[in-house]
């Protein structure tokens, strides 16, 4: 059986699409949830400076800790987006490899 | 005749044999850009969490003048020793930067609320809330991240 080059860099196309069509909303979502949850974070110091729960020094120190969980929080919507690359590479070398094998008549 | 026969057969036999082990292999092959999933290091990082949680808990349970460092030193060395672990833990894994990243800045807070505690021996209930809130946020960035390596997450 012949390998067919063309066909077979369609069908690898097609499975990276279909990955990240499946993975890309997580990716999207991670993001969206990060920045959501620095913003409620925000909000609550305010809330506590206003509240006297937390004085001005302490409102400084908080913003600080906060730059280190948003960096956090990067870091996990890094680790998503490339795991969902690694999937959408993996399920396109599949394709490949199974042509391949068609080809060699296993 | 016969004979050749034979060896034609023979060699017909390896170049088959070479085949299957070549899509063997092959198919085998796969592109590895982040650190497989693993469980215990996902299971170690629920333990902290839980262990973070509870500590919280405890110290929000009493009053403020009651927050003396030398109540909680046990269990904030307990705690350390927990999350220099999960640092380790992840660090020793290759492809694996941004989990370790995560994991040394929840061990660094952790270090910075314990000097502080320690420095002014109290811990205001404003400030153990919004610490609490941040460390618990942290933790599930690192659950997240570590589900996200699953093969069909």
Known sequence: MAFNTEQTEKQMMAAMQVVLAKEWPNVQSSMRKVIEE?????????????????????????????REAFEAGL????????AAKQKAVNAALDVFWKAVSAALGR | ?????????????????????????ITSCSIQLISPY???????TFRCASLVDRFYGTLLEADEQNRQYSKFSDQYV??????????????????NQDSTDIAERIAKLWQKYKSRHKNDNTYS???AELDRDRLARMFGYAVRAEDAKKPNE
């Open chain 1, 38 to 66: 620095e913003r409620e974070a925000l909000a609550k110091i305010s809330l506590a400076y206003i509240s006297g729960s937390i004085t001005e020094a302490d409102v400084k120190r908080q913003l600080e800790d906060e």
């Open chain 2, 1 to 25: 005749m016969k004979l050749i026969s034979g060896r034609s057969e023979s060699k017909s036999v390896r170049i088959a044999v070479l085949c299957i082990l070549l899509v063997l292999i």
């Open chain 1, 75 to 82: 870091s996990m919507t890094k680790v998503v987006s490339t």
């Open chain 2, 78 to 95: 307990a705690i350390e020793s927990e999350l220099n672990g999960l640092v380790l833990r992840n660090k020793v894994r290759s492809l």
């Open chain 2, 125 to 127: 209930t404003g400030n």
């Open chain 2, 38 to 44: 693993n469980a215990e290091t996902q299971q170690a």
